[in-house]
Structures are given as C-alpha cells and as structure tokens.
C-alpha cells in the first residue's frame, strides 16, 4: 500500500512539474510573440522634445539627429524639405501569419552556408531580439524581411505612378504608368491554398509579374521574376519588349542596372529584391528612429495624377525638386543591417537597411557606391491598411505606398506613387509565366 501511495504521489509531482513546464514553455513563447508583432502593446516610443503634429527642420534639425538616418538629416539640413510627425501607431499583421510564425517556433534554423534555412514552412523565422555578437545575426534579419508579410500571400500595385525628376530645376522628365503583382508560391497563411499552391514544378518561392501601361514607347514592356525556394538557385528572370515582341531572358548582371532609365535597379524592389545568398549581412544595432509611417486617409492627396471611379487618390510629393512624399513620420522600432556585396563586381559596397521592427518592411535604405560614397537612398512610405482603400482594411498588410530613389550624386529621383490593392483575383498563378507575356503582348 505504502508503495503504491508513494508511486501515486511520484506521479503527481512528475505530473504537476510537466504541467508547469508546458506552462512556461507558453508562456516564454507567448513573450516572444508579443515582443516580435506588439512591440508597442507596452511602451511607446519617446525622444525629448518629440511630439507628434511638429514638423522637424534646419531650425530644430540638431535635436532630433540622434533619431533620423545621417543621409536624410542631411537632407533636412540643406533645406531640401521638413518632415512632420505622426503618432506612433501599431501595424497589426494578419492572425494568420502570426499564428504561422507561432507554429514554427524552435523549427526553424540556419544551414552551414549564408541563403540555407532549415524547417521553415510560413511565417517570420526568427523571434527572437538580434543579438550583436551573434555573428549571423543579420543573416536571420535578412530571412525575417524574405519570409515577411509584404504584400501577404498575393497583391496588385495598379496602377504606380513613376516619375523620373531633375532634383535641381524640379523638371518632371517622364513618367510611365505601371502595374505591379506580387504571388507567394509557398509560406501562405490567408488566401487559399494555405501554405502552398500546388502544383509547383519549378518550387518557386514568389513571383513579380510588371507591365508597362504608359506611355506608348514603352508600353507592354513586361518582367517576370521566379524566385525559387532554394535561395542557392539564381532567380529566372524574363523581360518583353513590346516593339519587339519577343520575350527574351534577362542576364544575371541586369538585375543591378537601371530599370527602364530611372534610379532603380531591379534588385532595389521593395527595398531589397535579391537572394539572401547574393550577401554579407551584418546586423548593426537596435535604435529608436524616425519613419514613414503614415495613414493615407489622412494625408493631403495628388488629385492630379490618378483619380478613379472610387475616389482613391494617391500621395502627393513635394520638397526639392519634388522628390520627397508630402507624409508623416513616426518614430518607430528599427533593426539596421549593412548588406555588402558577395560579387566584387557589384555597383555598389554595400546597402545600410533600417529594417522595421514590427513589419520587417525595410522603409529606408541607404547606399553607397564601389568607392564608398553616398550614391542613392531610398524611402518607401508604409501606409496603415486600415486607413486606405476599404478592400485593404484588416487584411495585415503594411501597405507600400509611396517611393522616393534620391541619387545625390547625380541630384536626380524618381518617385513612386501607388494604388496598392491586396486582391488574390488581381494576381492569378497563370499571370507569372512566360506563356501568359507572350499572349498579353500580342
């Protein structure tokens, strides 16, 4: 008897200690959600002096240096615009990827070699806060950016607006008239199918399909870029020159030359738009600075360059030569991450990212030539879906709304204006083939 009540009490207490190791095993993971998507659930944000609705410039510029990029301070200080401050806002991603990011804890790892990743299915890979003297701390950054919600599972920019400026005179030399569409083959968390479309015989990770809408020189010019799920295998991309109508594979190379004669290239898209694998990462800290956040609704408007049946209009831009978006500022949580070049032969020595730590968007980015210099930077303006067009509301997406590639050697921009839509029927699997430029071009 008395071994029989000891046993049974054995059991209990083996019981009762797993059931508080289940528990706190919730409960750190719970932390880790929180701190990862709610970074502000608990503590917002503050700098001496800072409040929203004041505008920041040459005048009251020294005071706020410590939270602003030196890049754009600089800018500020030449006079070339003032910003103003918003409030700091929580942009709330999907339940569905959060959930998905919840499911893949302690699953995910990284390879032996920079652009190899074990265990991941959807969701962000890693959650925990970066650490400095992890040496692949920017690495798992990187993979968070991939493998974030931008866009979600799939996404429409129709139309987007680029205007190619002279920064000195303020000449509006051209603009061309764009759709843009985004498709997750796989890490999908919302739209069905969830988590992969099937079939997929050449396991692509995500697809960006553009064409060209105006004007007519350059009209039904397409790119299509397959990025496979191995970050090892070079992304297959195709360009369509509609004067030519032929559809022919872009080199390797191309991906950093200017696109279509603006300030971007290719590999600029969304902020970075190249493999893992194509750089040295290396994460540079944790700060509190100032960026693009904005409500839309909210904004004073360009009721000039689109207006449609519903109304939208898209964001309006002034400031030196009318390179800059007319938006607020908010101070926010931010990771910077230096990526350098693998290739030697790369344009650039390096980009420096400032990485949004709640969106993992990268809303600005600063880089640098092959000697070292300042050559571009580029601002992406994060509008809240809550606050834009009704189809967007509730759908997680930090929508990209707004751009500006500022090349300071050359003192020209373009600029970028969206009417960004997350709409699975605005981008179908059949729109990212080849098959489908050749039909669409003839």
Request: glycine fraction near 8%; hydrophobic fraction near 35%; include cysteine.
């Amino acid at each position: 008897m008395n071994i029989t009540l000891k046993h049974f009490t054995r059991s209990v207490l083996a019981g009762s200690m797993l059931a508080s190791l289940f528990s706190a095993s919730v409960l750190a993971n719970d932390a880790l959600i929180n701190s990862s998507f709610h970074p502000y659930q608990d503590d917002v944000p503050s700098h001496d002096g800072l409040q929203a609705g004041m505008i920041i410039n040459q005048d009251n510029l020294a005071q706020f240096k410590d939270i602003i990029d030196p890049a754009f301070a600089n800018f500020i200080e030449q006079g070339w615009l003032e910003v103003t401050v918003g409030e700091t806002t929580s942009f709330d991603l999907h339940p569905g990827y959060i959930e998905a990011s919840r499911n893949g804890l302690g699953q995910v790892s990284l390879g032996d070699s920079v652009g190899e990743i074990n265990g991941w299915v959807a969701g962000r890979p890693f959650l925990e806060e970066p650490d400095t003297n992890d040496p692949r701390a920017g690495e798992k950054l990187a993979w968070n950016y991939k493998y974030g919600y931008n866009w979600g599972d799939s996404a429409a920019i129709a139309p987007f607006y680029w205007k190619y400026r002279d920064m000195n005179s303020g000449k509006l030399e051209r603009t061309i008239k764009f759709n843009f569409h985004f498709l997750n083959f796989t890490g999908r968390v919302n739209h069905e199918p969830v988590p992969t479309i099937t079939p997929n015989p050449s396991e692509l990770f995500r697809g960006i399909y553009v064409q060209v809408l105006e004007p007519y020189d350059v009209r039904n010019t397409q790119l299509l870029i397959h990025r496979a799920q191995d970050d090892l295998k070079r992304d297959n991309s195709w360009l369509y020159l509609g004067f030519q109508r032929r559809v022919r594979r872009l080199a390797t190379g191309q991906v950093t030359d200017a696109f279509l004669g603006s300030d971007l290239m290719i590999e600029d898209f969304e902020g970075y738009n190249g493999r893992i694998s194509d750089m040295n990462w290396n994460y540079k800290g944790t700060r509190h600075m100032l960026m693009p956040f904005y409500n839309h609704n909210d904004l004073t408007l360009d009721a000039e360059t689109h207006s449609d049946s519903d109304g939208y209009q898209v964001v309006a831009f002034g400031g030196q030569g009318g390179c800059f978006p007319n938006i607020t500022w908010q101070l926010r949580k931010v990771y910077e991450v230096e990526a350098s070049p693998v290739d030697d032969s790369h344009p650039l020595s390096k980009r420096v990212h400032f990485i949004d730590a709640q969106t993992f968007t990268i809303p600005r980015t600063v880089s640098y030539d092959r000697s070292g210099k300042l050559w571009k930077t580029f601002t992406i303006g994060q509008a809240h879906p809550d606050h834009h067009l009704p189809a967007n509301k509730g759908t997680g997406v930090s929508i990209d709304d707004s751009f500006s590639m500022i090349d300071v050697q050359a003192m020209h921009c373009t600029t970028g204006q969206f009417k960004g839509q997350v709409d699975p029927s605005l981008s179908t699997p059949e729109m990212f083939s080849v098959q489908h430029m050749r039909a669409t071009g003839n």
